[in-house]
Each structure stands twice: as C-alpha cells, then as structure tokens.
C-alpha cells in the first residue's frame, strides 16, 4: 500500500512528486496530487499534460490542456508539443485547429520544431489547409517540414502537389 499524499507541500516539491510520479506511470496519484495544488504553475500542468499524452491517453492530455487555457494560462511550446502530440495521435481536428490558434497567438508558430509537429498534426487529421497554413508559417524549413507536407498532400489523395513539393524541396 502506497502513503497518504502529503498535503501543502511546497510548489517545487509537488513539482518533483508529481515528476516521480509521472515518470513510473502513476498518473492518477500524479493527478492527485496536482489536484491538490492551490494554484499549481505552467510547469506542473506542462508535466502533467506531456504524461497523459505519453501514456495514450490523448483526451484526458487535451481536456486538462482545455481547462490550462479555460482558467487564462498562457501556454509556452512545450505545452503546445505535448497538445500537438496528443491531437495528431487522437486525429482530434477541432483540438488541433485550437491548438494551432494558440499558437499563432503567442508566437511560437514560426517555431521549426512546434512547426513541423502541426504539419504532422494536421497532415493525421487529413486538413491538407491546415498543414499548407502551419508549412507556411515556418520561416526557416527543414527536411522534415517538405517531407512533412509532401507527405500531407499524398494522405489527403493529391500526389502530384506531393511530387512538386518534393521538387520544390530540392
């Protein structure tokens, strides 16, 4: 039998526990104890959020990134991944167009990592405009941006476009 959850610890305790937690896959007691949290900081949603989205469960990772932003956080890219993860593993289109608003709003939309991982998003969602909006958005574009987007094209049954971004690419 696991302890009691400590109560009023300080926020970077919470913080380390709820890491430890996270990391051997408890994530109800993590949940628990973020719960418990008065007024818990973007670092802990962003940790909490990144374990939903790597243990699969992509819905409970965008209802708790809904409430982050409900409640009037300001969410940073590594929240924004986490989010983008979990919508192009759910194919969550509604989501990932939110997401991708945000992230157009706070600036991080010309962000080659964050950019990409929207590509990918919205070429799972099969939203070809989408994709072509956040390939757009990136000033600087890499490898996995043109393979990202040319990849779109075909998924979505546009494999000629498909071939001339290929040809764009080079």
């Known amino acids: 039998m696991l302890p009691k959850l400590p109560i009023n610890l300080p926020p970077h305790l919470s913080l380390k526990l709820i890491k430890t937690y996270c990391d051997s896959g408890d994530l109800r007691r993590a949940r628990q104890l973020f719960d418990?949290?008065?007024?818990p900081d973007l670092h802990s949603w962003t940790t909490l959020i990144s374990a939903y989205t790597r243990h699969d469960l992509q819905k409970v990772a965008i209802n708790l990134y809904t409430r982050l932003r409900d409640i009037g956080f300001q969410p940073d890219r590594f929240v924004l991944l986490s989010v983008?993860?979990?919508c192009s593993t759910s194919g969550d289109l509604i989501q990932a167009q939110r997401a991708?608003?945000?992230a157009v709003m706070f600036g991080f939309h010309h962000d080659l990592l964050l950019g990409n991982a929207m590509i990918d998003m919205f070429a799972k969602c099969k939203h070809l405009e989408g994709a072509k909006t956040a390939f757009n958005d990136l000033q600087v574009r890499d490898v996995i941006s043109w393979t990202s987007i040319c990849s779109c094209y075909v998924s979505c049954g546009y494999p000629r476009k498909g071939l001339q971004a290929f040809r764009e690419m080079r």
């Open 100 to 102: 991708h608003k945000d």
């Open 36 to 39: 418990k949290i008065t007024s």
């Open 84 to 86: 983008v993860k979990a």
